[in-house]
């Protein structure tokens, strides 16, 4: 089965995005949880995810709850990095210690999908530590001109840098399965929910801005916009 889901992988690999495939540096698995209590969930993944990843090839993870834009009330997105798809692939989930602390939330949450991205574009001066918090806003949208649309990405970054955001960052998937498949998720970063509203600010309000986003509009198609506050817990 497992290679079986490798060639299916690979095969949307090679019929999206192909110039897009020497930049892949990160696989990413992201779940789409619904609970009923948070607060329980977020304080299970930061005992929890360390001992799940203690025991799985994921370098990194944690949770980010939308603040605006969720599907519905109690969703939240649990993400895990892997250097690879081969390592990504091979998390398993369904026995030993995972399956142990896994148990301890079952009950209390519904997970509604579980999608592969590929990581596309990440700045080098982004940084975020375990236990850091921080915000982002996350536009999923469908462009058949994705060089193109990265790069006005990169534009934009360098202008809100301009501005004077120099502590906000934006960050490119390329979505791998599910509903959103074959589209961009591309996050701008901030330290904290007032750092975001003000970068946000300055994209509605700032003329330099707006035209970039003018620019943007003309080649993508939104399928998805939210805002979220993050946890990184390994």
């Known amino acids: 089965m497992q ?12 019929s999206f995005m ?11 698995q992201v779940i789409h949880i619904n609970t009923s209590d948070t607060a329980q969930y977020l ?12 025991h799985q090839l994921s370098t990194n993870g944690g949770v980010c709850v939308p603040s605006f834009g969720a599907e519905e009330e109690g969703d939240l997105y649990v993400y895990t990095f892997s250097t ?7 998390i398993d989930l369904s026995s030993g210690p995972p399956a142990r602390e896994i148990a301890k939330i079952a009950p209390h949450r ?3 999908s ?12 982004l940084n975020i530590d375990v236990g850091d918090a921080y915000s982002m806003l996350q536009t999923v949208a469908f462009t058949d001109q994705p060089e193109m649309y990265l790069t006005q990405i990169d534009a934009l970054e360098a202008g809100m840098h301009e501005a004077g955001h120099r502590d906000v ?25 007032e750092r975001l509203g003000a970068a946000m600010d300055t994209i509605t309000t700032a003329m330099w801005a707006r035209n970039m986003i003018s620019n943007l509009s003309s080649i993508r198609t939104v399928r998805q916009q939210m805002t979220t506050n993050c946890h990184r817990f390994y």
């Open 110 to 112: 519904t997970v509604k």
């Open 84 to 90: 690879d798809f081969a390592s990504s692939m091979a």
């Open 169 to 193: 960052h934006f960050v490119a998937s390329q979505v791998m399965t599910g509903k959103f498949r074959n589209s961009l998720s591309v996050r701008l970063i901030a330290p904290t929910p």
């Open 43 to 54: 304080d299970w993944a930061e005992e929890s995810m360390p001992i799940i990843s203690g």
């Open 114 to 125: 579980r999608d592969l991205w590929s990581t596309v574009r990440r700045p080098t001066n």
């Open 3 to 14: 290679s079986l889901n490798t060639v299916l992988v690979l095969s949307i690999i090679g």
């Open 18 to 28: 192909p110039t897009l495939a020497q930049s892949q540096t990160q696989a990413m």
